[in-house]
């Protein structure tokens, strides 16, 4: 399951950047401007945070608000902290990895997974993998949480697994995961999805109908898309297009989802299709 935005306290963050800027406006012109252009700046990027948040992610509002902010507060910690990951939950990898390389040491994570997805694969997977062995290193010395070292493994196989990188090591990166968080549908999703890169298509049903079991209503859009691919290559055509019709209805810019379908378009009879758009998602079976 693809990285998301974590919801900060964005109330706390408020207060604390506009009780910062009351103390350094004091008595002038310039710092009362200055302080209103970093109020606003902060409304915008509260308002990106709240598009990346939540089942459905509006990318368009959120790169359009994160830029805003930048134009408002570019030198403002938050601001500048908070850009990468409201660029990559956006899908704007480019822009995500421009804010990073603006930063002496940005997030490695962030920064793997951005040169991944903009092609440069080998550095970006290296990146990867060193921030998986010191996750590792600070779990084995009981620094991090289960959880934490659980979601790192995830985070990374599911972005090598993604990418049809390094297969196998992403299998057994995710399979600890799930050994870990067995309740974790983000972390079962990844796991059929590696089966489902590796070509083992029913074992991919197994795993992601279970995630689509575990996970809360109305549900992920990356996890119908993915057990709607899944059904696809095992002959349930039919459900399969439910799924994914039900993915972008929860993401309409879910451009895999997009293409997927249309590529079902071909196969299904009218009829068919009438009779799924009339239907919901359903359980998965």
């Given at each position: 399951m693809k990285l998301?935005?974590?919801?900060?306290?964005?109330?706390?963050?408020?207060?604390?950047?506009?009780?910062?800027?009351?103390?350094t406006a004091a008595g002038s012109l310039s710092g009362l401007d200055r302080m209103r252009k970093d109020y606003l700046a902060l409304r915008h990027l509260r308002e990106a945070m709240a598009a990346c948040?939540?089942?459905?992610?509006?990318?368009?509002?959120?790169?359009?608000?994160?830029?805003?902010?930048?134009?408002l507060a570019p030198d403002d910690p938050l601001v500048r902290s908070s850009a990468p990951q409201v660029f990559v939950?956006?899908?704007?990898?480019?822009?995500?990895?421009?804010?990073?390389?603006k930063e002496e040491s940005g997030d490695p994570y962030l920064l793997g997974m951005c040169l991944v997805e903009l092609g440069r694969r080998a550095e970006g997977a290296r990146l990867l993998l060193d921030t998986l062995k010191a996750t590792k290193s600070l779990y084995?010395?009981?620094?991090?949480?289960?959880?934490?070292?659980?979601?790192?493994?995830?985070?990374?196989?599911?972005?090598?697994a993604d990418n049809g990188m390094m297969l196998e090591e992403a299998k057994s990166?995710?399979?600890?995961?799930?050994?870990?968080?067995?309740?974790?549908?983000?972390?079962?999703?990844?796991?059929?999805?590696?089966?489902?890169?590796?070509?083992?298509?029913?074992?991919?049903?197994?795993?992601?109908?279970?995630?689509?079991?575990q996970q809360p209503q109305p549900g992920e859009p990356e996890i119908f898309y993915h057990l709607g691919t899944a059904y696809a290559q095992t002959g349930r055509v039919q459900r399969a297009e439910k799924l994914l019709t039900h993915a972008l209805r929860l993401d309409p810019e879910h451009e895999e989802a997009?293409?997927?379908?249309?590529?079902?378009?071909?196969?299904?009879?009218?009829?068919?299709?009438?009779?799924?758009?009339?239907?919901?998602?359903?359980?998965?079976?």
């Open positions: 998301r935005l974590p919801a900060p306290a964005i109330g706390v963050l408020v207060a604390a950047l506009l009780i910062g800027g009351v103390y948040v939540g089942e459905s992610i509006d990318r368009a509002t959120a790169a359009g608000e994160m830029n805003r902010a930048l134009e939950a956006a899908g704007d990898y480019r822009r995500a990895l421009a804010e990073l390389m084995n010395a009981k620094q991090v949480s289960e959880q934490a070292y659980a979601m790192q493994l995830n985070n990374v196989g599911y972005l090598l990166m995710l399979e600890m995961a799930v050994q870990l968080l067995p309740l974790e549908p983000n972390c079962v999703d990844s796991l059929g999805w590696v089966h489902y890169r590796l070509g083992d298509h029913r074992k991919a049903v197994f795993y992601l109908e279970r995630a689509a079991r997009q293409r997927e379908l249309r590529k079902l378009r071909w196969t299904l009879p009218t009829s068919a299709l009438a009779h799924v758009d009339a239907i919901g998602p359903g359980r998965p079976g």
